[in-house]
């Protein structure tokens, strides 16, 4: 089951910073906040840093 993203991150960078992350993420044929993501987890796996684990979302079906 993929989690479903509901948390909103909003940062201001000098421009020269902003160009390097769509540099990055085009290199890596991701979308900048998918590069986002993966920057920040890589940074906590090699610096072993545990994230939470994500709470698991029930749907709810509606009845026909």
């Known amino acids: 089951m ?3 993203k ?3 991150v909003s940062v201001r ?3 020269d910073v902003k ?3 769509v ?3 085009e290199q ?3 979308s900048v906040a998918s590069m ?3 920057m920040v987890l890589d940074y906590c796996r090699s610096h072993g840093i545990v994230p ?3 709470v698991k979302t029930t749907r709810v079906r509606k009845a026909p």
């Open 36 to 38: 986002v993501e993966f």
């Open 28 to 30: 890596e044929r991701r």
């Open 23 to 25: 540099a990055a993420a």
């Open 2 to 4: 993929a989690i479903t």
């Open 19 to 21: 160009a390097a992350l």
């Open 52 to 54: 939470a684990r994500p």
């Open 6 to 8: 509901t948390e909103v």
């Open 13 to 15: 960078v000098p421009p």
